[in-house]
């Protein structure tokens, strides 16, 4: 079964200072997407960036960066010049990419980012 | 345009009774899931509907369902509520190109007293 694991359940980082969530995954799939969501308080999961697992390039956006490791399974997310409104729940969800009964979102349980100003 | 929009916001239900959620997706959006989210259990996946057709289901019991109608809105249901059933419950839709990611809406509260 496929499984989504976030080590950190609590982290923290100084404004302007870069931050790095951890991210591990188990499946024996070799085709799938990779995600990270941020929920804030007002509960609203927001798409935060993607991976397809066959694309070696490491997903960027704007601030926030990926570190895919394929053989081993991970899935970290860099955000740099943190600001405040980065403080939020993050999540790492994973997904089959093939058509089926497996087609959701497995998620991790979260990591919560606070940001010091 | 248009986010995902979720209806109610809150909702506070006694044990035993029912309880139905409405979710409207993105316009051109087809595909539209459902997930329970609990401190303890964190996200999981209720089902998944496109096209008015249930695509794939979790591991919830017969109690929860839900529906799709022919413009992409969709209802989940839940009877005999429980204590056990208090969640965030959040919808999100999907743009028919694979891969595209899935925005979420702001979830229905749902406590059961």
């Known amino acids: 079964a496929q499984t989504v694991t976030q080590s950190q359940p609590e982290m923290s980082v100084q404004e302007a200072e870069t931050v790095t969530l951890s991210c591990t995954y188990d499946t024996s799939e070799s085709d799938y997407y990779l995600f990270w969501y941020k929920q804030p308080p007002s509960r609203q999961m927001i798409l935060v960036i993607r991976?397809?697992?066959?694309k070696q390039q490491n997903a960027t956006e704007n601030r926030f960066s990926v570190n895919f490791q394929k053989a081993a399974k991970s899935f970290s997310l860099k955000i740099s010049d943190s600001q405040l409104g980065d403080a939020a729940m993050y999540f790492c969800a994973y997904r089959i990419r093939k058509a089926g009964n497996n087609r959701k979102l497995i998620w991790g349980l979260g990591t919560s980012l606070a940001v010091n100003p | 345009k248009a986010g995902v929009t979720q209806t109610p916001r809150y909702l506070i239900k006694t044990r035993g009774q029912q309880v139905t959620l409405s979710c409207s997706p993105i316009s051109g959006h087809r595909s539209v899931s459902w997930y329970q989210q609990t401190p303890g259990q964190g996200l999981q996946f209720l089902f998944e509907?496109?096209?008015?057709?249930?695509?794939n289901k979790g591991n919830f019991p017969g109690r929860f369902s839900g529906r799709q109608f022919s413009n992409s809105r969709s209802e989940m249901n839940v009877s005999t509520l429980e204590l056990g059933d208090s969640a965030l419950y959040l919808c999100?839709?999907?743009?028919?190109?694979?891969?595209?990611?899935?925005?979420f809406g702001s979830g229905t509260r749902l406590t059961v007293v």
């Open positions: 509907y496109f096209s008015e057709t249930q695509r």
């Open positions: 999100a839709s999907s743009h028919p190109r694979e891969g595209s990611g899935y925005t």
């Open positions: 991976q397809e697992a066959y």
